[in-house]
């Protein structure tokens, strides 16, 4: 078997990303990859400007027991024009343009005012630096600077960031069309009335969240029967309309794994088994222009396959620049754990800090067929593939649940 590294490696080699692109308004373009290069096109800020509110002045006018005239105000989007003669200085509010012959910004519970009559003046009770408290232009982002790379996805904090450049819209890559579906004669859909013997399908439902939470396009082919007939059918309908199919169950060596026999029938097959637990029964190739992921039945074992390896590939083929393997924490255990060597193993946790710094332990059953130990944990207990059983307060590594099951 594979190890997940060399899986996930092998699998990256063989995709490439997605080339065809769209001008989407900025609105629309949360969580979408950037097909170019954005640069800016202006200044940030575009002129000097007040960080404070307060006094505008030349920082050389200070002088200890020499008041200073007030002589007007500049006021963010009300710029003051007329020339500010020596020995003067202008009120102004943050974010205000910096009238050109002033250099300094002095904070306004930093100065004693005095009014007399009309006239204002004011008495520094500090001697500033030049440029204290003011904003330069393209102190932020120059005018022709590359704010973000092509492959970059958009964050919330990215939409304003575009906004303040000027961009209404940007050129994005089309999201990625991913075909899901479920086997099995044992499944039932929520809502009807539960047999004996059989579940409620759940995998198609969790496959579709965190695909969705990819930024992919989901294309459900429902939950189908032990039947080869209805299963190259499904096959055919994703090889001609989505960029990769993802089933869950029917890729082991069951009687009724169909999925297999017709997947091997129409496509071809990289490797059917990786040394991972959760998740050793995990197909991986290609029907013709359509990527297949076969994952595993349990629900435990098809959430993990899904994150830990067809995530960074997804991610690959939607174009997104691949930032790597995800951190891993250390935390301390303060529960056994169960384990055979062999296969890496990714036990379900969850991960608290406190005085002694970061603390993890498992939650109940590590049956894969338990989606509630998913539901309820926020964190994977790494385990190596040569690690065996461990007591209670050793250091193991964790690793965070992505915004896939967050």
Not at 41 to 47: A, H, K, L, T
Not at 106 to 124: F, K, S, Y
Request: proline fraction near 6%.
């Amino acid at each position: 078997m594979l190890t997940a590294a060399r899986a996930i490696d092998q699998m990256l080699a063989e995709v490439s990303a997605l080339s065809e692109s769209l001008t989407v308004p900025l609105a629309e373009a949360l969580d979408r990859v950037l097909a170019q290069p954005i640069l800016s096109e202006i200044n940030v800020p575009g002129y000097d400007n007040a960080a404070m509110d307060g006094y505008a002045l030349r920082a050389a006018d200070v002088k200890p027991d020499q008041p200073l005239d007030v002589i007007g105000s500049a006021l963010a989007g009300h710029a003051y024009h007329e020339t500010v003669p020596v020995g003067s200085c202008v009120r102004i509010t943050t974010g205000a343009v910096m009238p050109a012959e002033l250099d300094t910004v002095v904070m306004q519970e930093q100065v004693a005012l005095n009014q007399t009559g009309p006239r204002q003046q004011i008495h520094c009770q500090i001697v500033p630096e030049a440029g204290e408290h003011v904003r330069l232009a393209g102190e932020d982002i120059v005018k022709g600077q590359q704010v973000f790379a092509a492959g970059h996805k958009l964050r919330p904090a990215d939409l304003g960031l575009l906004a303040s450049l000027g961009y209404a819209s940007v050129n994005v890559l089309r999201q990625l069309k991913v075909a899901i579906f479920s086997t099995g004669d044992e499944l039932l859909p929520p809502g009807q009335p539960l047999l004996s013997g059989h579940i409620y399908d759940s995998n198609r439902y969790v496959m579709a969240a965190m695909l969705q939470r990819l930024g992919a396009q989901v294309l459900d082919l429902g939950l189908l029967p032990d039947d080869p007939v209805a299963i190259e059918q499904a096959f055919a309908k994703a090889m001609t309309e989505a960029d990769v199919l993802i089933t869950s169950a029917g890729v082991s060596v069951g009687e009724a794994d169909y999925t297999r026999q017709i997947l091997q029938k129409l496509g071809q097959i990289a490797f059917w088994k990786v040394a991972i637990k959760p998740g050793k029964p995990f197909a991986f190739g290609k029907l013709d222009n359509c990527w297949f992921f076969g994952l595993p039945g349990n629900p435990v074992a098809a959430v993990v396959t899904l994150e830990q390896l067809v995530q960074p590939v997804l991610r690959k083929l939607s174009g997104e620049t691949h930032e790597g393997t995800p951190s891993l924490l250390q935390a301390t255990c303060s529960v056994p754990l169960k384990k055979q060597p062999g296969r890496q193993d990714y036990q379900r946790g969850w991960y608290w800090q406190d005085a002694q710094g970061l603390q993890v332990k498992t939650l109940g059953s590590q049956s894969s067929g338990m989606l509630s130990s998913i539901a309820n944990a926020n964190c994977y207990i790494v385990l190596p593939a040569d690690s065996a059983s461990l007591p209670a307060g050793e250091v193991v590594s964790i690793q965070p649940f992505s915004v896939l099951l967050r």
